[in-house]
């Protein structure tokens, strides 16, 4: 934590990148079909649906074959960080066992 200003510069350097194309920086996470995850902050422009998401939101975009090309979006605000990952989790938890059939 004590090295996260050493950061400052890099990040304030992406973030006005960003910003002269018209894009926001934003963290995005992928899960693969083969179950590798990632979870990188990427650069979205206007036709992202995360591009729109502001402070104290959070956005889930699912793409699939169904969902194609616009994806099913799901945007609220959250409830801090560990009453949303929780959340999440088990929203997740609940969507692949009904996949599973267990």
């Keep these: 934590m004590a090295h996260l200003p050493l950061l400052d510069d890099t990040f304030a350097a992406r973030v006005a990148k960003a910003r002269d194309e018209g894009k926001v920086l ?5 899960i693969e079909e083969d179950g590798v995850c990632r979870v990188k902050i990427a650069e979205v422009d206007g036709n992202d649906p995360l591009f729109k998401v502001k402070n104290g939101e959070n956005a889930l975009a ?5 969902y194609q ?16 990952a929780a959340g999440v989790f088990a929203d997740l938890l609940r969507t692949l066992s009904w996949k599973l059939g267990v």
Excluded: E, I, M, Q
């Design 62 to 66: 699912f793409y699939s074959h169904y």
């Design 26 to 30: 934003r963290y995005v996470g992928n």
């Design 69 to 84: 090309p616009l994806p099913l979006v799901l945007r609220g605000y959250g409830a801090g960080n560990d009453v949303t």
